[in-house]
């Protein structure tokens, strides 16, 4: 599965608590990303200083559902699961 378009669940629902560029104290859940794009694409994609945590994250229909409302539903349960 590739990312969905327009969807950015992966950087807003979890927290983060690896040290993003900009963030150095990683990202609370619910929080946007500050690399996440108007167009909900990451900027730091591919660069360097992409944490791990996020490029270990790949899209798969489990966490992402059918569309992005259920990839938030999804991923926001996780967090309060763990």
Known sequence: MTCRPHCGACCIAPSISSPIPGMPNGKPAGVKCIHLTDDYKCAI???PERPSVCD???AEELFCGNNR???LRILRGLEEDT
């Open 45 to 47: 994609f591919g660069k």
């Open 69 to 71: 409302e259920d990839a």
């Open 56 to 58: 270990g994250f790949k």
